[in-house]
Nanobody
């Protein structure tokens, strides 16, 4: 089994920054990909950003140029640096790890990000 622990959420004013972290532990032999999703009030969960074990990244159009995903495979940790935050970024953010095979996914518990003045 694999356990994920997220941290870094909170309340921030528009234009501010936050950094989310997600650390994985357990039976991890190989990390295939790491990603961040979010689910805003009344909305479906959506992909925010992803990174492969080779370092290739992908971003939702709504966050390009403002968010940066990075990973530390040695620490089994993924980060999401969020700058120039907007009220529409308010959501619960979830990390997802794909480990040991392409079909083996694990989710974090979610961390609340609220952007408000």
């Amino acid at each position: 089994q694999v356990q994920l622990v997220e941290s870094g959420g909170g309340l921030v004013q528009p234009g501010g920054s936050l950094r989310l972290s997600c650390a994985a532990s357990g039976s991890i032999f190989s990390i295939y990909a790491m990603a961040w999703y979010r689910q805003g009030p009344g909305k479906e969960r959506e992909l925010v950003a992803s990174i492969t074990r080779g370092g290739s990244t992908n971003y939702a159009d709504s966050v390009k140029g403002r968010f940066t995903i990075s990973g530390d495979n040695a620490k089994n940790t993924v980060y999401l640096q969020m700058n120039s935050l907007k009220p529409e970024d308010t959501a619960v953010y979830y990390c997802k790890f794909t480990v040991n095979s392409f079909s083996n996914h694990f989710w974090g518990q979610g961390t609340q990000v609220t952007v408000s003045s």
